[in-house]
């Protein structure tokens, strides 16, 4: 039977700021299984990354049930979040977040040493897949040198590191240009196939949308399969 990694049951999301309360998503439920491939698109503003950062256990403050590898999340503890986060989820931020004061090296390697690996073994691990993504002159580069193109997939390499179960990326091609944009995508996605991982990706491109097994429209409050 094919591993369940998230139920999420009748969530719902909304944000006060000066005592007004905004509902960005309402009642949504959503089912995903290892090696799902899914797709997310709507328009800017509609709480694709308030989605996505619920689903990483980034944001704990919503209404209804989350699951993660069956266990309610509302009753896990933050210690335990960190953990679930580091040793089974790669995320890769609209707006990258790598550690400014580590190198490139440094900030690929990062999540491998948390789980105590070996320094050196952590090291190739991350050596190898900044290679593939063709950053082995960059690996001493600290963050704030590397173009928006560079620092994005440093922070896939990032993602993969770990060889999590799920990756949740958002926009990760959107600062890419087109021919590196196609390649990193492919080759994201051909990892994410070979190791049988799950994926969740917010796009805003349609060719690239459509490349997943499940595709999905945020609109209107509501997650609807399309
Ligand atoms: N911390 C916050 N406090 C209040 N409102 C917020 C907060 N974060 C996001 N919002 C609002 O929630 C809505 C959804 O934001 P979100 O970032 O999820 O959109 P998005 O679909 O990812 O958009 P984009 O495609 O531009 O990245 C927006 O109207 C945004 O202004
Ligand atoms: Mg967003």
Redesign the pocket.
Known sequence: MTKNIISIYNLSKE?T?NNNS?V?LKDISFKLYQGDIVSIV?P???????FLNILGLLDSSFKGQYDFLDKNIKYTSNDQKNIIRNNSIGFVH?FFHLIPELNVLENVTLPNLIQCNKVADSVKKAKSILTNFDLQDKILSKPHNLSGGEQQRVAIARALINKPSIIIAD?MTGNLDEKISDSIFNFFLEQVRINNQSLIY?T?NNHYAKQANMKYQ?LNQKLKQI
Do not use: D, F, L
């Open positions: 944000y700021s905004v960005i709507g800017s503003g509609s709480g694709k990354s308030t609209q926009e917010v805003h945020i």
